[in-house]
């Protein structure tokens, strides 16, 4: 008799006039685990990650984000502010009756957890933020490191319809900027269809447009939610400084992983080593 194939399943959910749509895989029983992408990613950055935690019991919930999902990408900038991108987690939580769970981000994926993990406590088991460092240290960073330098694009990705031509150019700048900061060739065919070919492009810079509209409050106050932050010292988009400040905000367990040599693309390049990290922070 053979072993019965691994349980997946799409599930879909509403929040206001936007339906959403997760990747529900793993043992049904088992805790769950909410994976977030970034950009300019989907789903399917976690496909490396899901199945090692299938394997040690977890149940992954994989969120296709606002923007990106083709049944959930809303005009206007205000609409990609990060407390809208927090309640769309909230909603997913909801969706599938869960109080609490473990939450996993990596790239803009972590900014949404690391603000979920300290505006709604209660609904965090567990965070673990990859490469993109708590908001506050990421600001801190921008004004006494290089990191104002690393982030240039985000003024660029300001400017109209300049960026999506950039972007969504075959063969173009863009794809050989990802190329530099470590995306394999079969990664950025992946970024052709997900991101390209389904017009998700908007959406995803939609998240970098709403920022003029960020205002402190209680996304970007201190984690008090046990932590893990795994950075990789090839990064060229995020450097050291903001990596390092991350301890100063959070009052909980928390724990710095660097890994040496990696590039930005962290879940697709140390799955395993990553995987590692988010089972020992789950069940700490």
């Known amino acids: 008799m053979g072993s019965e194939p691994p349980r997946s399943a ?25 994976l977030l992408h970034g950009f300019p990613q989907r789903t399917s950055s976690w496909d490396a990650v899901a199945p090692l935690l299938h394997a040690a019991g977890f149940r992954t919930l994989v969120l296709d984000q606002r923007g990106y999902c083709s049944t959930a990408r809303p005009r206007g900038r205000r609409a990609y502010r990060l407390s809208e991108l927090v309640g769309d987690v909230l909603a997913l939580l909801d969706s599938a009756n869960l109080p609490a769970a473990h939450v996993v981000g990596h790239d803009w994926g972590a900014a949404v957890a690391w603000g979920v993990a300290a505006a709604h406590p209660d609904r965090v088991r567990s965070l673990t933020a990859v490469s993109v460092p708590h908001l506050a240290a990421f600001r801190r960073a921008m004004i006494v490191s290089d990191q104002l330098l690393r982030s ?18 075959d063969g173009g700048p863009a794809e050989r900027a990802l190329a530099t900061m470590g995306m394999t060739p079969e990664m950025i065919a992946r970024y052709r269809s997900e991101m390209v070919a389904d017009g998700a492009v908007p959406g995803g810079l939609g998240w970098y447009r709403a920022l003029p509209f960020a205002s402190p409050g209680k996304a970007t106050a201190r984690v008090r939610v046990p932590t893990t932050f795994v950075w990789s010292d090839h990064d060229p988009a995020l450097g050291r400084g903001g990596a390092e400040r991350t301890a100063h905000y959070v009052d909980a367990d928390y724990r710095f992983v660097e890994m040496s040599g990696a590039s930005h693309w962290i879940p697709e390049e140390r799955p395993a080593e990553l995987a590692e990290e988010i089972i020992a922070r789950a069940q700490s």
């Open 10 to 34: 799409e599930i879909t959910f509403s929040r206001g006039r936007l339906r959403f749509r997760a990747i529900d895989s793993g043992p049904a029983d088992g805790e769950v685990v909410v």
């Open 152 to 169: 240039w694009y985000i003024g660029f990705f300001q400017l109209p319809r300049v960026p999506e031509r950039v972007l969504t150019s």
